[in-house]
């Protein structure tokens, strides 16, 4: 079956198996002073684009992710209130949970760590997305469950921005029409905002 870019499931899978191997091997090469360094600061772009955001989603990194965590102090400076997403179910089911510097963190689904049950449901204005790979419309491939998907369709007024590494960009990332574009992507060495 082809998408509406003209991609096959089949060729959606070895692109997402590509980029993350591509990831892999990028991220095992980094100089790791370079690596601690990724990610901590938050460039004036970003915090222009979300300055009349209060709430804001990070998530907590799986592998060779982009470390999101890391501008959490940045964020809180800039009194943001944060959430976490936490996984209800394996059917897709997201919400995100309020989370702070320090709190304690779960074991969740599919090897990520999430608040506890217990915290509260907060509905953010700005999500910061993990993808393993992009292109230049700002088009996301994520890790094939749809949670990200279903989420930015739920909160379709909130700011959507990718977090990835540099050697994640790929010429074209495989789309289906309900997909819906970034409005920024942020890595280690630029932020790429949309073609115009």
């Given at each position: 079956m082809t998408d509406s870019t003209g991609f096959h499931g089949e060729d959606k899978d070895k692109v997402r198996r590509d980029a993350r191997a591509a990831r892999k091997a990028f991220v095992a090469g980094l100089d790791q002073m370079a690596h601690r360094l990724a990610f901590h600061a938050l460039p004036s772009p970003i915090r222009t684009l979300i300055a009349n955001c209060?709430?804001?989603?990070?998530?907590?990194?799986?592998?060779?992710?982009?470390?999101?965590?890391?501008?959490?102090?940045?964020?809180?400076?800039e009194g943001k209130t944060l959430c976490l997403p936490y996984v209800v179910d394996r059917m897709g089911t997201m919400e995100f949970r309020a989370w702070a510097p320090g709190d304690t963190l779960e074991e969740g689904a599919f090897g990520t760590v999430q608040p506890p049950r217990f915290a509260p449901v907060l509905h953010p204005d700005a999500i910061f997305a993990p993808l393993v790979a992009f292109d230049a419309r700002l088009m996301r491939l994520g890790q094939g469950g749809g949670y990200y998907d279903r989420a930015f369709a739920r909160y379709e007024q909130a700011l959507r921005i990718g977090l990835g590494w540099s050697v994640q960009q790929i010429d074209e990332v495989p789309a289906d029409p309900w997909d819906m574009p970034l409005h920024r992507v942020m890595t280690e060495r630029s932020i790429i905002e949309p073609e115009s």
């Amino acid at each position: 079956m082809t998408d509406s870019t003209g991609f096959h499931g089949e060729d959606k899978d070895k692109v997402r198996r590509d980029a993350r191997a591509a990831r892999k091997a990028f991220v095992a090469g980094l100089d790791q002073m370079a690596h601690r360094l990724a990610f901590h600061a938050l460039p004036s772009p970003i915090r222009t684009l979300i300055a009349n955001c209060q709430i804001v989603a990070l998530y907590a990194p799986v592998g060779d992710e982009a470390p999101a965590l890391r501008l959490a102090e940045a964020l809180v400076a800039e009194g943001k209130t944060l959430c976490l997403p936490y996984v209800v179910d394996r059917m897709g089911t997201m919400e995100f949970r309020a989370w702070a510097p320090g709190d304690t963190l779960e074991e969740g689904a599919f090897g990520t760590v999430q608040p506890p049950r217990f915290a509260p449901v907060l509905h953010p204005d700005a999500i910061f997305a993990p993808l393993v790979a992009f292109d230049a419309r700002l088009m996301r491939l994520g890790q094939g469950g749809g949670y990200y998907d279903r989420a930015f369709a739920r909160y379709e007024q909130a700011l959507r921005i990718g977090l990835g590494w540099s050697v994640q960009q790929i010429d074209e990332v495989p789309a289906d029409p309900w997909d819906m574009p970034l409005h920024r992507v942020m890595t280690e060495r630029s932020i790429i905002e949309p073609e115009s």
